[in-house]
């Protein structure tokens, strides 16, 4: 799982940081502090300029190693994907962090998430972010996680981490085969009781759904709620329209429609977060992939 470098510098190759340095023009060692690191970063990327035009300038092979790695939670180690997948020379927002090992640091993944185009090829790590502070809360008490994040962003990628952890067993299928359809077409209004506290807005989303879970008895619907759990499929509000009530779909995730190849999971990736030493902390801090362009 990505980490980010503010914080966790000494984890990382020498060579990896002098590249991401010279990269984005900046000076990060192990002498500045966390915050410091965190602050330089962010200032470089909010320099880079128009980001979907710089993207496009990738050589295909280069694009669809990028979607790869973006669709694997955003690292991948060699000798666990094909090297045409590896392809990240040219490509400054993936770090080598270590020989072999490669992700796309967390700052660079929230810097990503803003992006209007990950957005629209929904892309969870960009979705996430767009669920109500409610909605999010209500996710990770539903996968039954002790958390005691500080910020916001922190909220977001503990959402996500674990989401990486329960589509593992998924192997990138599902039952279902549409990739978005309305909420209503499940779950009539007034059909079901406890989706109609949704429809209603007397419940958050991931708490209509976790209690529905515990009741329902159809063996699709069910598995249907398991894929929105582990994000495989999240919602998206459509926009409202005069005089109607605004609607809600649910869409196929790009990493949620893509087998997770990687076979390591590191200790700390399903250790609880520990703010003096975290991977996660933002301050401390064989599948194919899919081959569509981020630009269809």
């Known amino acids: 799982m990505p980490f980010s470098i503010s914080g966790n510098i000494e984890k990382i190759s020498q060579e990896a940081i002098r590249k991401f340095s010279k990269n984005f023009g900046i000076i990060i060692s192990k002498g500045q502090l966390k915050k410091q690191q965190s602050l330089l970063i962010q200032k470089a990327l909010k320099g880079q300029k128009d980001l979907v035009s710089h993207l496009k300038s990738l050589s295909k092979p280069e694009l669809i190693s990028l979607v790869f790695i973006l669709s694997q939670f955003g690292d991948t180690r060699k000798g666990e994907v094909s090297s045409e997948y590896l ?26 998430s803003s992006e209007k185009v990950f957005r629209d090829q929904n892309y969870l790590f960009a979705l996430i972010p767009q669920l109500t502070i409610k909605e999010k809360k209500a996710w990770v008490k539903w996968m039954e996680i002790d958390y005691e994040g500080n910020t916001e962003w922190d909220l977001n990628h503990e959402i996500y981490r674990n989401c990486r952890l329960l589509q593992l067993p998924f192997r990138g299928r599902s039952l ?5 359809f309305y909420l209503e077409q499940l779950w009539k209004p007034g059909s079901n009781w406890i989706v109609d506290w ?18 329902e008895k159809d063996p699709f619907l069910k598995h249907v709620i398991e894929n929105i759990r582990a994000g495989k ?39 609880k977060e520990n703010e003096k030493n975290s991977l996660f902390s933002r301050q401390a801090g064989g599948g194919q992939a899919a081959e569509k362009g981020l630009f269809d």
């Open 87 to 112: 392809l990240y020379e040219n490509i400054p927002y993936i770090l080598e962090w270590k020989p072999g090992s490669y992700m796309i640091p967390s700052e660079i993944l929230e810097f990503f």
């Open 176 to 180: 279902v085969q549409e990739k978005e």
């Open 198 to 215: 949704f429809y209603k807005g007397l419940t958050t989303f991931y708490y209509t759904m976790s209690e529905l879970y515990r009741v």
């Open 233 to 271: 499929l999240i919602p998206k509000k459509e926009p409202e329209k005069f005089r109607q009530k605004s609607k809600f779909k649910l869409v196929s995730t790009v990493e949620g429609n893509t087998e997770q190849v990687r076979q390591v999971i590191y200790q700390w990736e399903t250790e």
